[in-house]
Every structure is written in structure tokens, then in C-alpha cells.
């Protein structure tokens, strides 16, 4: 059991269990939603090992996109560099900067195009690295925060879509408040978790990936930094169309402050409650899609093998399904498999007509039909979901 990262309580509520297939394996996983019954913090209990949460990101190469950002990503990474000029007073150009989880870059670039000239990256991957110097020619250094000692401190650091996978919450910002001086600046983007449950769920169970083990508000947020000296400046809730969610976007500044207990968090265990209906609801109909093809046998290729066919693969008849192989156009999951079947890139279909083609993406089921129609002269065979 994992008790609350905030408050350390340990009376748990549990509001779900989410189920997912391990890349590479047949073997099934799960972790457990719960809520902190003492301060109100929703997240993941039961959680995989941190083994086997490095070898997800490494074989997925999720953190990666080389020099094609997809376009929903490139828009939120400038909201949230707006986001931070605009409410940032004292950000000049040599302000040193420090982007933690930065991948290769691509957020850092923003800064590098806008003048700025003392950016730094940290990310456990030497390829992220090498990706970032050849790409952009930004630094970024292959290392996890506990290990980094750059023997200076940072007029801002950022951390964009990162807190909600980590744990040690505590240690990971007292080592951030280590690396600013008094009055630097703290910029977090997290899914927001107070809007989950505001609307039907594009893709179920999204917000509810194999990684993302922390849903945090404004209040949950506030809650894990004010003890470590942090002060809410601003904070925005932001509609992003990539991934048909909302980001909480926030910025602290730091140094001595009155340090009081938890507050509360009233808003996050009803929405997540909420959210959690409406995905089953979602999951339904896409598993009756799924219950048609394996009662048919109908051969299928499935496009896409991401964390939404992983769920898919441990919540529904997928299994049961006569599937050919997996397709994507990921270039890290190509030679892989997935319930055992290989994973090969798009051009694979190529003159395989035998087969429907099962989209397993809600973020990218245009472009993919859009691809079978264009580059396949695909006719009717195709399942959306």
C-alpha cells in the first residue's frame, strides 16, 4: 500500500482498480485509485515497481518524438510558456532556467528561440540527451534530480507533465527547493484533476495511464509545496484539443512563508468518482465492438499499441480476438510484441487486405484514417472506437 504522499495518511478510500497488459508480455498489472480520506489527495496505490516503470518508459519511448512534435504537444507547450512569461515579472534573458523531465528539449527550445540564454535540461535518458544537443543544440544532462549537483541554483525551474508520475513527493521538491534561492520560481503543469469528471471521456480511462500515478488540483497541489516554503503566484485551468483535457497550470515562488497544515482538497475525489462513471460507460461500447470481432474471428490488425490498446488488451476480448499483428507508427515499438502478436511499422499493410483494421487511438484516429485512406487505399474494413 502506498500512503498519501501529502500527509501521509494512511485511511485510504478506493475508488477503482485499473488493469493494464505490461508491453512486451502477456502479463496483466493493475494499480488502485484511492483517495486520502485525511487530506482529500487521489492517486495510485499498489503500484508497479519502479523496474518495471523504466522498462515501460524505455521500451515505449514515450518521453521521445525527435524533431516531429506532434501538434497538440507543440500548442501546449506554448500555452504554458505563455503561461509563464505573462506571470513571471522578473524573467530576463539570462534568468538561469532549469527544465526537470525535459525529454529532448522541445519545451526548452521555447526559450532558446525567445533569447533566453542559461537553459538546462535534466532527464534520466541519454538519448533524450544526445536528441536534445543534435536537435536544438540544448544541454540536457542524463540524470535524475538526486543525482544532479550542478553547484548553483536556478531563477526558475519547471516541471511540465511530470509530477503526476513520480513518488517521494516530499524529497523530489525540498530538492527543488535546494536549487532555488529565495524569490525563484516554480512552474508545474499537471492534468487537472479537479476537471476530470466535467465531461464524457474521449478515451477512457486516458487520465488513468500505466504512468500517471498522481491527480492533483490546485488545493492537492498547494498542499505537497506550502510546506516546503512554496507560494501559489498564479494558477489557470486549460483546455488542451490534443488530449481532450484540462492542465493545471501553476506558478510558485519560493522562500520563507508560514508553513500551515493540509487544507482539504474538496474537489478532487468527486471528480475522479465522476470521471471513473463515465469511462466505464465509454469502455462499454468499445468493448461491444471488440465482443462482435472475437465472436466473428474476424481477422484484424490493430493500429496502435500505446497505453489505450494496453488497457484495452486487459479489459476487454481483445485477447480473444484472431489478430494478425500490431501496427504503429512508433519507431521504439517496432520488433516488439503485444499478447504475443509483432508490432511492425504502418508500411506492413501494405497489400494485406485479408484483414479490418482495429484503430486503437482517439488522438490520432484521424490521421490514421486519413493514412489507410491516403497511403493503403483502405475500402471498408476499419473499426473505430
Known sequence: MRTCEICSGHRLRQLHRQTFLFPGTNRTGHYDVVTCEDCGFTYASDIPSRAEQEAYYEASGRHLHAAHVPAGLAEAHRAFYDFIVANHPNLATDSAILDIGSSMGHFLNLFKSAGYRSILGLEPSSMASTLARDTYGIEVIPATLEDFHP????????????????????????????????????????????????????????????????????????????????????????????????????????????????????????????????????????????????????????????????????????????????????????????????IHPPEWLDGRREATVFIASYVYGAEIRQALADKFHWGDAIVTI
Not at 501559489?232 to 508553513?259: K, M
Open 151 to 342: 553547484g548553483r541554483q536556478f531563477d526558475l525551474i519547471t516541471l511540465c507533465g511530470v509530477l503526476e508520475h513520480l513518488t517521494s513527493l516530499h524529497d523530489l521538491v525540498s530538492g527543488i527547493g535546494r536549487l532555488l534561492p529565495d524569490r525563484g520560481y516554480l512552474f508545474i503543469a499537471v492534468p487537472d484533476a479537479a476537471s476530470f469528471g466535467e465531461r464524457e471521456p474521449r478515451e477512457p480511462f486516458l487520465e488513468f495511464a500505466l504512468e500517471h500515478i498522481n491527480f492533483f488540483t490546485d488545493q492537492s497541489l498547494d498542499n505537497l509545496l506550502r510546506p516546503h516554503g512554496f507560494e501559489r503566484v498564479a494558477s489557470l485551468s486549460q483546455w488542451n484539443d490534443f488530449y481532450a483535457n484540462r492542465y493545471l497550470l501553476a506558478l510558485y515562488n519560493h522562500g520563507p512563508i508560514e508553513r500551515p497544515a493540509p487544507v482539504r482538497d474538496e474537489s478532487g475525489t468527486d471528480s475522479v468518482a465522476r470521471y471513473i462513471d463515465m469511462s466505464n460507460a465509454r469502455l462499454a461500447t468499445i468493448a461491444g465492438k471488440v465482443d462482435a470481432l472475437a465472436d466473428t474471428g474476424t481477422p484484424i490488425v490493430i493500429w496502435g499499441a500505446g497505453s489505450l490498446a494496453s488497457r484495452l488488451c486487459a479489459t476487454t476480448r481483445l485477447p480473444e480476438c484472431n489478430i494478425l499483428a500490431f501496427v504503429d507508427v512508433n519507431p521504439q515499438l517496432h520488433g516488439q510484441t503485444l499478447l504475443g502478436r509483432p
